[in-house]
């Protein structure tokens, strides 16, 4: 399966309205609000966290109670069409297979687990062995649908991401680093090397390497720069490309998601228009 197919948002009207929901944290609990409001054709039936806690706390916001099943497996066992996975690179690796296995179509935030040709071949093996779907919502970033027209005239592609040290946190790469997130006291690029190796050590920050690595020229020709800026109040990505082409360049600055400012206020944005487009939208703007 060309990965121009995995990643588009359903070219005709599908209908799916009964979802299920694999990680209830800040994106997961947004995504199902939007359900709850309203804002999507379809109704949040079944809901899995790793974490009880996490999982009723989403449950006590929502008007329409889905049943919150006791582990992943019972989630893609249940009766939804489609699963949304906002949880980690980890429950993509761990569930994918299993709920196309099951006959569910199925979203993923994390895509960096993608990135793992392994797990991206067995994905691609899943949809087509059980004729299911998988969709990739364009998440923090702009121009997929123009750096997918030219993937093949592509002989650069740059990724500058500058966040506030305090959105960085946390992540693997400060385990061997000697860079300390709470001593940068001016704009610093902590990280330069290939979309392969940021996803990994970022996991949590830099999903939009994997998306571009994607609908581009792969994780190990995609450069990625990540820039810790104190003063930075906006997730910021720039996006170079250059090729047979010609060249072109995007910035996004995004006002980082309220309760989670690792991610952007963009990427979830995007998982509801992707969602809302494939429960039942006829008109579709764009590649």
Not at 31 to 54: E, N, Q, R, Y
Not at 68 to 94: F, K
Not at 176 to 201: F, H, N, R
């Given at each position: 399966?060309?990965?121009?197919?995995?990643?588009?948002?359903?070219?005709?009207?599908?209908?799916?309205?009964?979802?299920?929901?694999?990680?209830c944290g800040a994106i997961g609990t947004?995504?199902?609000?939007?359900?709850?409001?309203?804002?999507?054709?379809?109704?949040?039936?079944?809901?899995?966290?790793?974490?009880?806690?996490?999982?009723?706390?989403?449950?006590?916001?929502?008007?329409?109670?889905?049943?919150?099943?006791?582990?992943?497996?019972?989630?893609?066992?249940?009766?939804?069409?489609?699963?949304?996975?906002?949880?980690?690179?980890?429950?993509?690796?761990?569930?994918?297979?299993?709920?196309?296995?099951?006959?569910?179509?199925?979203?993923?935030?994390?895509?960096?687990?993608?990135?793992?040709?392994?797990?991206?071949?067995?994905?691609?093996?899943?949809?087509?062995?059980?004729?299911?779907?998988?969709?990739?919502?364009?998440?923090?970033?702009?121009?997929?649908?123009?750096?997918?027209?030219?993937?093949?005239?592509?002989?650069?592609?740059?990724l500058v991401t500058t966040k506030n040290?305090?959105?960085?946190?946390?992540?693997?790469?400060?385990?061997?680093?000697?860079?300390?997130?709470?001593?940068?006291?001016?704009?610093?690029?902590?990280?330069?090397?290939?979309?392969?190796?940021?996803?990994?050590?970022?996991?949590?920050?830099?999903?939009?390497?994997?998306?571009?690595?994607?609908?581009?020229?792969?994780?190990?020709?995609?450069?990625?720069?990540?820039?810790?800026?104190?003063?930075?109040?906006?997730?910021?990505?720039?996006?170079?490309?250059?090729?047979?082409?010609?060249?072109?360049?995007?910035?996004?600055?995004?006002?980082?998601?309220?309760?989670?400012?690792?991610?952007?206020?963009?990427?979830?944005?995007?998982?509801?228009?992707?969602?809302?487009?494939?429960?039942?939208?006829?008109?579709?703007?764009?590649?």
């Amino acid at each position: 399966m060309p990965i121009t197919d995995l990643t588009r948002c359903g070219a005709k009207k599908i209908c799916l309205k009964r979802i299920g929901l694999l990680g209830c944290g800040a994106i997961g609990t947004e995504i199902a609000l939007a359900i709850d409001s309203g804002k999507v054709d379809a109704k949040l039936t079944h809901v899995f966290d790793f974490s009880k806690d996490v999982s009723a706390l989403l449950v006590s916001k929502l008007t329409n109670k889905p049943i919150v099943t006791e582990n992943a497996g019972l989630l893609a066992a249940s009766p939804v069409d489609l699963i949304i996975e906002a949880a980690s690179q980890d429950a993509v690796r761990d569930n994918a297979l299993s709920i196309l296995q099951n006959r569910k179509d199925l979203m993923i935030m994390s895509v960096g687990a993608l990135l793992d040709e392994s797990i991206f071949d067995i994905i691609v093996e899943g949809c087509k062995d059980f004729n299911k779907r998988v969709f990739l919502p364009s998440g923090a970033i702009a121009g997929l649908d123009a750096i997918r027209a030219v993937q093949d005239e592509l002989d650069s592609l740059v990724l500058v991401t500058t966040k506030n040290p305090k959105a960085l946190k946390g992540a693997k790469f400060f385990e061997t680093s000697q860079i300390d997130p709470d001593k940068i006291v001016a704009p610093t690029v902590i990280y330069e090397g290939t979309a392969q190796e940021a996803v990994k050590l970022f996991p949590s920050n830099i999903n939009v390497a994997a998306l571009l690595s994607l609908a581009g020229i792969g994780s190990t020709k995609t450069t990625v720069k990540i820039v810790a800026d104190p003063k930075a109040d906006k997730n910021i990505h720039e996006i170079e490309a250059k090729g047979k082409f010609g060249r072109f360049t995007i910035k996004v600055e995004n006002v980082p998601s309220p309760s989670n400012p690792k991610t952007s206020r963009l990427a979830t944005l995007s998982a509801v228009e992707c969602l809302r487009k494939i429960c039942g939208s006829r008109v579709q703007i764009g590649t």
